[in-house]
């Protein structure tokens, strides 16, 4: 993985220093809140219900155990004991002191990360496939580019003042386990007829109050032009976007009101503008860059079968490990939605224990997925057995991968201050609902994702089955929405109709389930069979 | 928006610490972290909220409706209702982690 050069670190180094003084002037009153809120969110801190809140960047939700166990150290004595995992990869922290921020930051800086750009209108931590660089059906490692834009970006001038805040995802693998057309530019690697590696680049995807799935706008982008062709994309937004209203001001309200035909033509207007400025970065730092991921030393002539004796064990092997490439090697996923926990957190100690597991199993590395569950990369098959083990007696062992409990949740109103009604508890409801191993496996691949907001950080509008939380006069109430993706098969819920209560939406969610088993046909998933019969069946069976 | 409090409608200053964040309220001579502690502003809550606020002894202050109870004032929102005690899903993290009925003041 990526390690700072003197660059890199003097620059988050001097940040640090530099919001310690920001950070002394705002309490000695020499900086107003209004005066300040902007710097502090330059650097993640939010003011959020109970306390300052602070989100930590893990770019492409790439990191070691060295770093991972810094995210656990920060959870024990600058937090209340744990952190919970974002879907945009990064982890916060909800009882922050503004008094130690800073000193967080600098203990952060010393395991080579920081908390920039994870707030305000910039671009905000790159997210990626979180089977990067082991997954077999891609087409080469996507981090090198997601860095190369990260480093190209940081602190860009052109980039630091944005409309609104910016989102950006890069793939290489036909599955799209990063939702790239949810966000502003998707970037998907792939190999032209002559064999050159190149992008699809789409733009002006996005969730929040108007979701829209991002267009094509270029099928194949030579990979040694994507910073420029992103800062043409960029400038042509910065030019016309709706900075008078903020509900108007992503790109995706854009390319939505000039029409995709004449988005691209002015993206590519533009591009031409800028390619004989040379701005790309060169070859020669991309393959500096690459360096860093070359594939780790797996070992040859390892055998792939395992021992699945333990009933247990193999119910996790099937619902939790993924094919690596590598022969005899195994990507492990690690829920963090055990049956009526709280989605994506996870305590100071099981943070350490996963560090240590990375470290001594995995080469030494970790990913954080936008589902908020922890990837072990890099897992030699014959050693499944003995993690299996040591994350069961952790509380880390959740067979539920991609089932109807492995729920996506913000924090909703038990945290969030922009938040209408509370996510959590409606999670902890519908897992313990579908507690049943058994149900749920019979149900399949079920994407459930639930939004406290608008916002949709909870990812609502591409749940199969969504869930919005909105407040109807001082209530909590809650929408329902069926048939949106965040995958390849990108698509958008539709709202089944009026809301309900807390326990009123776990009831509707069985009945829709119910709808599914009945109707489903021969190797469908929930998506497939609403896809096939529509929004009908399910009103009737929701509101009958 | 209206409350359905009659006599019992009242009005505090509530907002966060501001070098620790903490949620605070308005106690008639300082700030508590304690709700049941908070006063009723009257009309006094816009004067008062700029004076503390200038005087750095509170951040991000507001006014909300609450409705006087003999257990203490009870916000008129969920929201400063969980601000108040803490996240409902936390029992362990709240102002009462020993009362085993606090989120039902919550809902």
Redesign the interface.
């Known amino acids: 993985m990526y390690q700072y050069d003197k660059y890199d670190q003097s620059i988050v180094d001097a940040r640090v220093d530099e919001f310690r003084e920001q950070t002394a002037r705002?309490?000695s009153?020499a900086l107003t809140?209004d005066q300040f809120k902007p710097l502090r969110l330059k650097n993640g801190l939010y003011?959020q219900?109970?306390?300052?809140m602070l989100r930590v960047a893990i770019p492409y939700g790439t990191m070691s155990g060295r770093q991972m166990r810094m995210l656990g150290h920060i959870a024990r004595k600058y937090d209340?004991g744990y952190g919970h995992f974002t879907t945009r990869q990064n982890i916060q922290y909800?009882?922050?002191?503004?008094?130690e921020a800073p000193d967080i930051l600098a203990d952060l800086a010393t395991v080579e990360m920081h908390a920039i750009q994870t707030s305000g209108e910039s671009i905000r931590n790159l997210s990626s496939d979180q089977y990067a660089g082991a997954a077999a059906d891609e087409v080469c490692d996507p981090r090198p580019w997601a860095e190369l834009i990260r480093q190209a970006t940081t602190f860009h001038p052109e980039f630091s003042y944005l409309p609104r805040k910016f989102k950006i995802a890069v793939t290489a693998a036909e599955e799209d386990r990063a939702a790239i057309r949810l966000h502003d530019i998707g970037l998907k690697l792939v190999k032209n007829d002559a064999g050159e590696l190149g992008f699809e680049v789409y733009i002006g995807g996005g969730m929040g109050r108007t979701p829209f799935v991002a267009p094509l706008i270029r099928s194949f982008l030579p990979a040694d032009n994507l910073f420029s062709y992103c800062a043409a994309a960029l400038r042509v937004w910065n030019r016309w976007a709706r900075r008078d209203n903020i509900h108007k001001q992503r790109i995706k309200i854009l390319v939505h009101d000039l029409g995709t035909e004449e988005f691209t033509r002015q993206v590519e207007a533009e591009w031409q503008e800028i390619l004989p400025l040379g701005t790309d970065v060169p070859r020669v730092e991309l393959d500096r860059i690459a360096e860093y991921f070359a594939p780790p030393p797996f070992e040859s002539e390892l055998s792939d079968n395992v021992d699945r004796s333990d009933p247990d064990f193999a119910v996790w092997l099937d619902q939790n490990v993924a094919a690596h490439k590598a022969p005899g090697y195994a990507i492990v996923n690690i829920s963090l939605k055990p049956i009526g926990g709280?989605p994506g957190d996870v305590s100071a100690d099981q943070i350490e224990l996963i560090a240590d597991i990375a470290e001594q199993h995995s080469f030494d590395e970790l990913r954080a997925t936008h589902a908020q569950n922890i990837v072990l990369p890099h897992v030699r098959k014959d050693r499944l057995y003995a993690i299996w083990q040591v994350l069961r007696d952790a509380g880390l062992a959740e067979p539920n991968l991609d089932l109807i409990s492995d729920i996506i949740a913000c924090p909703g109103?038990?945290?969030c201050?922009l938040?209408n009604a509370?996510s959590?508890?409606v999670a902890?409801k519908i897992a313990t609902r579908f507690a049943d191993l058994g149900r749920q496996r019979e149900l399949g691949e079920l994407k459930l994702k639930i939004s406290g907001c608008i916002n949709a950080c909870g990812h609502h509008h591409a749940g199969h089955i969504g869930i919005l939380g909105v407040d109807r006069?001082?209530?909590?109430n809650y929408q329902l929405l069926l048939g949106g993706s965040g995958a390849e098969d990108a698509s958008l819920g539709s709202i089944t109709g009026p809301g309900f209560s807390e326990d009123g939406v776990v009831d509707a969610i069985e009945k829709a389930t119910n709808v599914y088993m009945r109707e489903r046909a021969e190797g469908e998933r929930f998506l497939d069979t609403y896809r096939r019969i529509g929004m009908a069946p399910f009103k009737e069976a929701i509101y009958g | 928006m209206g409350q359905d409090c009659g006599d019992t409608c009242v009005k505090l200053l509530t907002g966060n610490d501001l070098a620790t964040g903490d949620v605070t309220w308005w106690t008639g001579d300082g700030w508590s972290r304690h709700i049941e502690d908070a006063v009723d502003v009257g009309d006094h809550g816009e004067a008062l909220l700029a004076q503390e606020t200038a005087a750095l002894r509170v951040n991000a202050a507001y006014l909300i409706d609450a409705t006087a109870t003999p257990e203490g004032p009870r916000p008129a929102h969920i929201k400063d209702r969980i601000r108040a005690l803490g996240p409902t899903v936390r029992p362990d993290l709240t102002r009462k982690p020993a009362d085993p009925n606090a989120g039902s003041w919550v809902i």
């Open positions: 705002r309490i009153g809140e003011l219900l109970h306390a300052y209340r909800n009882w922050i002191k503004l008094e709280i109103l038990d945290y201050s938040a509370r959590i508890p902890q006069k001082g209530t909590e």
